[in-house]
Structure formats: structure tokens, C-alpha cells
């Protein structure tokens, strides 16, 4: 009975995971940027920027793809690369352009997201976290 329970429960957590990407994703495309590119500006949107290391750990990007989503949003102009004083470290932040793309687009992105969730009240966040932080804290544990 537990196994069914489980396998029903991952089902869902993955069915949920997989609608709020697709809408998510559809909001972040109309505003002209794919996932990992947004998922770069809103991390270096209100900070003087980071190293590529930096930039890695907090972004849901893998290594491998990181470099390319940079080169392409320095391309468009809203992101510029720097050498730290460690000449071996790279330093990105958001360029003037990219600061008024992520001034623009995060707050859009955020209410667009936040209407999904029109019908939740602060006990049903609570709830919701919890059992969020459970589940990470197991899966951390593993």
C-alpha cells in the first residue's frame, strides 16, 4: 500500500514540476529569453555580479551549458565578462542593457507567477513549504 502511495506522490510532484516549467517557460519566452538565460539575469539582477563559479552554484544552469548562455547574452549586450584581480577568475554582472531587461522582465515574470497561485493564503504556503523543506531535507539526507 506505501509503494503505491509513494509512486503516486512522485507522479504528482513531477506532474507539478513539469506544468509550472511549461508556464513558466511560456511567460519567460515571451518576453524574448529562454530559461537559462532568465534563470542569469534574475540571479545577477540587484547584485554588482559574480564569478562564473558563483554564477554556476546558484542558477539551475550545468557547467557545460553556462558558457554558451553567456556568450549569447553578451551577444545581446546584457551581460559583460571581466578578469577579477585572479586573472584565472571570470567576473559577470549585468551590463546597463541587461539591468533594465531584468528591471523589466523580473517583476513581469514574478506577478505572471504569482496569479498562478491567486487562490493561496499564507496557511496554504506554510503548508506547501513544509512539506518542501521535508522532502529536500530527505533528499539532501540521501
Known amino acids: 500500500m506505501l509503494e503505491k502511495r509513494y509512486l503516486r506522490s512522485i507522479r504528482l510532484l513531477s506532474e507539478c514540476m513539469q506544468a509550472f516549467e511549461k508556464t513558466s517557460s ?3 519566452r515571451s518576453l524574448g529569453f529562454t530559461d ?3 534563470d542569469i539575469i534574475a540571479t545577477l539582477g540587484n547584485t554588482p555580479g559574480m564569478t562564473c563559479k558563483e554564477l554556476g552554484e546558484k542558477t539551475l544552469i550545468t557547467k557545460g551549458t553556462l558558457t554558451g548562455v553567456l556568450d549569447r547574452l553578451e551577444q545581446k549586450g546584457l551581460i559583460q565578462r571581466d578578469r577579477g584581480e ?3 577568475q571570470l ?3 549585468l551590463t546597463a542593457e541587461g539591468e533594465q531587461q531584468f528591471a523589466t522582465a523580473f517583476p513581469a515574470v514574478v506577478k505572471q507567477g504569482r496569479a498562478v497561485f491567486s487562490e493561496y493564503r499564507a496557511e ?3 503548508a506547501l513549504e513544509a512539506q518542501l523543506l521535508k522532502l529536500k531535507a530527505t533528499l539532501t539526507r540521501s
Open 91 to 93: 567576473f559577470i554582472k
Open 86 to 88: 585572479d586573472r584565472r
Open 26 to 28: 511560456k511567460r519567460v
Open 124 to 126: 496554504d504556503f506554510d
Open 36 to 38: 537559462s538565460q532568465f
